[in-house]
């Protein structure tokens, strides 16, 4: 059954910030560092209704691997993992990145200058198959036209003849378009032929006007390209002889002086731009990286390419002193030590937690929603309805799968009346029986084939600090008790090396017994039993530390635990 459209409140239960979000650009919405099916569900969840009521771009994503039990539940639903987000620092991705359109070698600095003026850019970007071999800048375009006294210089840029024709907005009259003009000088034959012939040698380009005698003597001189000014004709006999000679023929309909003015600019944009010691940035790089860089250089533009090296565009000194952190919403958690990396150096905008109050600290006032419920998504369930959004049955089987993992079927002494409410309901709106599903779910989270003893430790682990002292806990759950014992097999031997790789000072894991509702505690490091001893006023001979009627680290392990330790 459906769940019933409702009127939006007034007060809205989604904080939607007054200019903290901007259409187009991502806020994260993310768990902790070592994924359960709370964390994931409860994004991917959340994502969704902000989308829904802000309609700004919100997308879920995970700090870690998931595991197997939450492997199973996305699949049972048909919904894709989450994208993986390594850290939150400021990448050049994140920027505000200029695209242009660039150009390549042979286009003439005409063109170039065109597509500069159209774009409002200085700088602008040459480009072979999408790589970028150089930049050209107005100063380089400035130069072109007014340092340049060579009367040679189109040949030694090998320039194309289309770049002639283009422009001198001339056409073709006889020749190759596709060849290049690569010997010779540039001259004009406005003096008569015996002056002429004189001065103009064979390969020369000649601007000439429509008088025979002049196309004769170039002709004559077997110039590699003639251009014939204000749309002249050429006389048949003329053209044949040029074909003969292998001359390029251009007709062009501006007079001699401004053809003259005019041609160097069909000089390829190779010739001028810049192409040694480019400074240029990866998508990748991180902002803190490049700064030092790009302060000291004064560029006002800077080229962004991508791992491969294709030009993606281009970053300014301003963008890039102006740049905004990344945009965050934390969900079921709320400790620096679980956030995903870089979570200092991000905009935390929302929190969205049911445990303890941790150590994240923000630069301004966030929304912060924290609920003692047992499980984020109960909390999540709850804004859907305060806010009237509809559930789909997607939605919400992963709500529902999420709530019956953190209260490992309402076992779980964290499970309050809210949670179970909350899961019999969406249970109802996703078509699906608790009980069946939970099976499903426990079984697949502890199955252990394939799977490494790192993988197995730290599926579900977290990380706390009591004074000076920072400890890691694990916990696996199962139905099965011979599938503990072999899980206890192999980590005693291997909590040794997680705790000196973590860099902690004590690990515990639990291993939890879900139909016997108990939980054998595995301890290493200096104080760690002690600690436990101590804490659960339990047998110093014990060999074993099997704890009756504890299964939640968060409500029964670590609040007894760290009141022991902080005595």
């Keep these: 059954m459906a769940e ?3 009127p939006k409140p007034r007060n809205s239960a989604v904080w939607t910030p007054a200019d903290g979000t901007e259409l187009g650009r991502s806020v994260y919405v993310v768990g902790h560092k070592n994924p359960d099916t709370d964390s994931i569900c409860s994004a991917i969840a959340y994502a969704n209704l902000k989308r829904k ?29 989450p994208g993986m987000l390594k850290d ?4 050049v991705r994140d ?3 200029h695209k242009i359109r660039g150009v390549e070698p042979n286009v003439s600095i ?14 602008a970007p040459v480009l072979k198959n999408g790589e970028l071999v150089g930049l050209i800048s107005t100063g380089d375009v400035a130069r072109s036209y007014m340092d340049v006294y060579d009367n040679q210089i189109l040949a030694k840029a090998r320039t194309p003849y289309r770049n002639i024709i283009k422009t001198l907005d001339g056409t073709l009259v006889t020749g190759n378009e596709h060849g290049y003009f690569v010997k010779g000088k540039v001259a004009i034959g406005a003096s008569g032929t015996e002056v002429m012939a ?48 292998d001359i390029v023929i251009i007709r062009t309909p501006h007079d001699t002086y401004t053809a003259a003015r005019l041609i160097n600019q069909s000089i390829p944009v190779k010739y001028f731009m810049t192409e040694d010691n480019l400074v240029t940035f990866r998508m990748d790089d991180y902002v803190d990286d490049i700064r030092e860089i790009m302060m000291k250089r004064k560029y006002r533009d800077f080229p962004i390419l991508d791992r491969k090296g294709n030009f993606q565009g281009f970053i300014s000194r301003r963008r890039f002193l102006g740049a905004r952190k990344k945009q965050v919403i934390l969900v079921d958690h709320n400790e620096k030590s679980q956030a995903v990396d870089g979570i200092e150096e991000a905009e935390i905008l929302e929190i969205i937690d049911h445990h303890r109050l941790g150590s994240i600290e923000t630069m301004g006032p966030v929304f912060f929603r924290n609920q003692p419920v047992g499980c984020t998504a109960t909390i999540v369930y709850q804004m859907y309805r305060e806010e009237g959004v509809e559930l789909t049955p997607v939605t919400a089987g ?11 079927l309402f076992r779980s002494p964290t499970c309050t009346a809210l949670d179970r409410a909350a899961a019999e309901e969406l249970a109802k709106i996703a078509g699906i029986q608790m009980e069946e599903t939970a099976v499903g779910m426990f079984r697949a989270g502890s199955n252990l084939q394939g799977r490494s003893t790192e993988e197995i430790c730290f599926q579900d682990f977290k990380k706390f600090t009591v004074n000076d002292t920072v400890f890691g806990v694990g916990q696996m759950n199962s139905m099965s008790g011979e599938e503990l014992q072999e899980l206890k097999e192999r980590l005693i031997p291997y909590l040794p090396t997680a705790m000196k790789e973590s860099r902690l000072d004590r690990i515990y894991f639990m291993l939890t017994d ?12 200096a104080g760690a039993r002690e600690s436990v001893v101590d804490a659960f006023d339990l047998p110093e001979d014990w060999d074993r530390i099997v704890l009756k009627g504890v299964v939640s680290r968060k409500k029964q392990l670590i609040p007894t635990l760290v009141g022991a330790m902080q005595q």
């Excluded at 997308?59 to 539940?73: D, F, L, P, S, W």
């Excluded at 939150?88 to 990448?91: D, E, I």
């Excluded at 110039?223 to 040029?242: D, F, M, S, T, Y």
């Excluded at 992963?398 to 490992?408: K, M, P």
């Design 514 to 525: 879900i139909l016997k509702e108990t939980t054998e505690l595995l301890c290493y490091g």
């Design 4 to 6: 019933q459209q409702q």
């Design 110 to 123: 005409k063109e170039t200058w065109e597509l500069m003026t159209s774009e409002g850019v200085k700088t």
């Design 53 to 81: 009521v802000t309609g700004h771009k919100y997308v879920a994503k995970r700090a870690g691997q998931i595991n197997e039990e939450t492997h199973y539940v996305l699949q049972k639903f048909h919904v894709n993992t």
């Design 398 to 408: 992963l709500l529902c799968c999420a709530i019956i993992s953190d209260t490992l």
């Design 95 to 97: 920027l505000e990145i």
């Design 198 to 245: 004189q001065f103009i040698e064979k390969d020369d380009l000649v601007i000439l006007g429509n008088r025979y005698a002049s196309q004769a003597c170039a002709v004559d001189i077997d110039a590699g390209c003639i251009v014939i000014c204000q749309n002249g004709e050429v006389p048949e006999k003329l053209l044949e002889r040029a074909k003969r000679q």
């Design 88 to 91: 939150v620092k400021l990448q």
